[in-house]
């Protein structure tokens, strides 16, 4: 089964970026298709981005899409996210897992995820 880490969060000032990295072990991911989602407090787990198990197609949230970029690289078995012009409202705790491609359910297992908090 597949352990995966999440890095690369950190307090940033808005309009700042951070870049976040997923690492797995014990099962290759270069054939998942994979996903971003993140859960602000008191908020359920939504969505962010996702990408396909060659990393040739991407999609992302609609309050991500030209601020985040997805991306990932199957010979260090690891995916990142890369976040720029960050706004508070992405403050979250942000987890990676695998992906339905159909419909972006997440149905792997979840890592600890890590913390980005976006001040104003």
């Known amino acids: 089964q597949v352990q995966l880490v999440e890095s690369g969060g950190g307090l940033v000032q808005a309009g700042g970026s951070l870049r976040l990295s997923c690492a797995a072990s014990g099962h290759t991911l270069s054939d998942k298709n994979m996903g971003w989602f993140h859960q602000a407090p008191g908020k359920e787990r939504e969505f962010v981005a996702a990408i396909s198990s060659s990393g040739s197609i991407t999609y992302y949230a609609d309050s991500v899409k030209g601020r985040f970029t997805i991306s990932r690289d199957n010979a260090k078995n690891t995916m990142y996210l890369q976040m720029t012009n960050l706004k508070p409202e992405d403050t979250a705790v942000y987890y990676c897992?695998?992906?339905?491609w159909g419909t972006g359910d997440p149905i792997g297992s979840w890592g600890q995820g890590t913390q980005v908090t976006v001040s104003s």
């Open positions: 897992t695998e992906v339905n």
